[in-house]
């Protein structure tokens, strides 16, 4: 593939709900460009985006591709994210480095969650889009029902730009309310026909909300739309151009990907209206030496910038970076800064990449898309830059993990291979994290719901040869005391030669401490000399408490009384002592579990409010607050049990049909209910 001009080169993001049709449609675009001869099918596994095993399997897209096609005489990076919503890390790991977007939408279904994800990630970050109505062909599709749902949930934004002609079998085409010009396919290719008489009055309506948007987009055009004056073709199209890129107007099309309907146009209108890198005004950072903001125009003349926006772990050919050059020039063999790491590093291979198909290019220029392989110390979201002229861009924001599962993998012989097959697969997607819990022992794994951490589990079998199993994670207790103690600890031994003897006298209480020494010793009965080893010898005993074994919190321990021997008295015996007495003195003390509270915070639509809170009633959670959101959801603000919460993503998502989403982080501990600690208690005592 030749090089091309930053004025000749588009990235954009393909989005929307999952099935409606992106990878067909980034094949049609193949296929329309002349690149395929032969179109890939998702439903067998062989298209150009979907190259992994797992996606082949499951017939949807898993990571994101890049999928470079050259029409117009330019070059566009169409990136093809997931529309599952585990695999949500890919989508803004793609618009992160995406100029503009498309938005699939299925003829049949409508707006879907998808969708209104796909909008409002774009809205967030001001990316310019095109609505691609896909799978016209189908059956029961009311394209005014769909014009008329994207305008109620989308606002006066959304400007029809093609009206179908003929719906399900009969689709055949669709006429452009803008030129006033017909295409019809003809089992080949689309061709120009005479708009049909009978659609004039169907147009006339879409062709005024067109207008309307247009006008909304300039206040010269609004004027003169007041004043009741006709546009110009050409201030029609102006108008347009400025109103999407200002991200004012979102155009909609039709067509069908599997028949190669729209696609041309969808391609003409990507060239029209979708921004080049040359449009960005310049990319803000920091000088890593002296964290001033600097920037850097998109431009070759600049010095070099990039951001690294994905990985790709392959067990064969080793670790590849995919970055967007920002600013100047990558080639081959070059020595770059990485940024973030404070590290040179050396640039091997050079290449980009269409699918799993790589192709060797010598230099990648402002704006593009490029990739290398076997960088040392590279992440996602870390800056390559020039030595001399060293710039750090912000790194990528991915959501948090909500969903976490214990990792055990099936054969001893496995453990040392899964925690480094593990971090690989975090550095493809760092949505997803690994990290060992070091109360319960227990190595978990976190993401954004069932199926990513299903997909994680398949991919450590088929890539690395690692076979485990997902528990849901233990809880990391903690024991203290309700009430008060005073008891003796005595440790005497005799066994000929020098004895053992230590005795001491506790008081244990409740505190808003951690843990609490005090002595009050009177007249030697403790020598000091000892009293450290009293102390050291109730720490250690801290650590696992009497009920289930699980660390002690919030107790005061008073040294009063004891005695000592002067020959068979030592350190040890009083740290035995003690031991003995803090066994005694808690089982007295009135012991009780407790159980680690999480804060949440709920975002939801309005209308699921009274599923939620019922929902959190019965997780023993309590709602603490709602603070209503400029986009009309809510935040609900809860805290709830930790051993209550642990499959509260799939739940979520199951109740507020994937609009809901939330994030949870540690409170407090609180006292657990009897009948529910006498389980964990019992439970302890099986597994002790």
């Not at 040869?465 to 997902?470: N, S």
Request: with cysteine.
């Amino acid at each position: 593939m030749k090089s091309y001009s930053t004025d000749k080169i588009r990235n954009i993001g393909l989005l929307g709900h999952g099935g409606s049709g992106k990878t067909s449609l980034a094949e049609a675009m193949l296929f329309v460009s002349g690149v395929l001869k032969r179109k890939g099918k998702v439903e067998e596994g062989n298209t150009v985006s979907d190259f992994d095993k797992e996606e082949a399997e499951r017939q949807f897209s898993i990571r994101t591709s890049n999928i470079p096609v050259e029409w117009n005489k330019s070059k566009y990076n169409i990136l093809d994210t997931p529309g599952y919503f585990d695999f949500v890390g890919e989508v803004f790991s793609s618009l992160s480095i995406a100029g503009g977007a498309v938005i699939t939408v299925d003829a049949s279904s409508g707006v879907e969650v998808g969708t209104e994800k796909s909008w409002k990630y774009t809205e967030e970050r001001n990316i310019p889009k095109i609505i691609f109505i896909n799978k016209m062909d189908k059956e029961n599709v009311n394209f005014d029902k769909i014009i008329k749902e994207l305008r109620e949930t989308f606002g006066k934004k959304i400007a029809p730009f093609a009206i179908p002609m003929g719906l399900g079998d009969d689709f055949k085409g669709f006429i452009n309310i803008v030129d006033l010009k017909g295409r019809e396919y003809n089992g080949k290719k689309c061709l120009d026909v005479p708009v049909p008489d009978e659609l004039e009055d169907t147009i006339e309506p879409l062709r005024e909300m067109l207008i309307e948007s247009v006008a909304e987009s300039d206040e010269e055009l609004l004027e003169k739309y007041f004043e009741g004056e006709e546009f110009t073709t050409e201030e029609i199209h102006e108008g347009l151009r400025n109103g999407v890129l200002n991200n004012e107007v979102v155009p909609v099309l039709v067509g069908s990907a599997t028949k190669n309907i729209g696609v041309e146009s969808l391609l003409n209108m990507m060239f029209d209206y979708l921004p080049t890198p040359k449009d960005a005004v310049s990319y803000k950072g920091i000088d890593p030496n002296t964290e001033e903001e600097i920037s850097r125009k998109v431009d070759d003349n600049e010095p070099f910038s990039a951001l690294i926006f994905k990985t790709i772990v392959d067990p064969f050919v080793g670790k590849i970076s995919l970055f967007k050059v920002r600013s100047g020039s990558i080639s081959k063999d070059m020595e770059v800064l990485n940024a973030n790491k404070d590290e040179e590093e050396k640039i091997g291979s050079l290449f980009l990449v269409r699918g799993k198909k790589q192709v060797d290019v010598s230099k990648v220029g402002a704006g593009d898309i490029g990739a290398t392989a076997k960088l040392q110390y590279a992440e996602t979201g870390d800056t390559l830059c020039d030595i001399d002229n060293p710039i750090k861009y912000p790194k990528i924001e991915y959501p948090k993990p909500c969903l976490f599962k214990a990792i055990d993998p099936k054969s001893r012989d496995d453990e040392e291979k899964i925690s480094s097959s593990l971090h690989k697969l975090a550095d493809e997607d760092p949505s997803f994290v690994v990290e060992r819990n070091k109360e319960t022992k227990q190595q978990l794994i976190g993401g954004q719901g069932s199926m990513q951490l299903t997909v994680i589990k398949h991919k450590l079998k088929n890539d690395f040869g690692v076979e485990v199993e997902l528990t849901v994670p233990r809880v990391a207790f903690r024991e203290t005391i309700k009430g008060q103690a005073d008891v003796q600890g005595k440790h005497k031994k005799q066994s000929g030669g020098a004895g053992q003897y230590g005795d001491v006298h506790i008081k244990f209480e409740p505190t808003t401490e951690e843990f609490e020494f005090d002595e009050k010793i009177f007249g030697g009965s403790v020598p000091k000399s000892y009293i450290p080893a009293v102390e050291k010898g109730l720490k250690d005993c801290i650590q696992k408490g009497v009920l289930a074994g699980y660390p002690v919190v919030n107790v005061k321990a008073t040294l009063h009384d004891g005695s000592y021997h002067p020959v068979d008295s030592n350190e040890m015996a009083f740290k035995i002592a003690a031991s003995l007495a803090f066994k005694e003195g808690i089982k007295k003390a009135r012991p009780v579990l407790l159980e680690p509270i999480m804060k949440l915070e709920i975002l939801i639509p309005d209308e699921y409010m009274g599923d939620i809170m019922g929902d959190m009633n019965k997780r023993r959670g309590r709602i603490l607050g709602m603070e209503p959101q400029k986009d009309g959801t809510q935040l609900v603000i809860a805290e709830a049990p930790q051993s209550e919460l642990f499959e509260y993503a799939i739940d979520l998502r199951s109740m507020t049909q994937a609009r809901g989403s939330f994030t949870m982080e540690f409170s407090k501990y609180e006292e657990m209910p009897r009948e529910l600690s006498e389980k964990v208690i019992e439970d302890s005592k099986v597994n002790a």
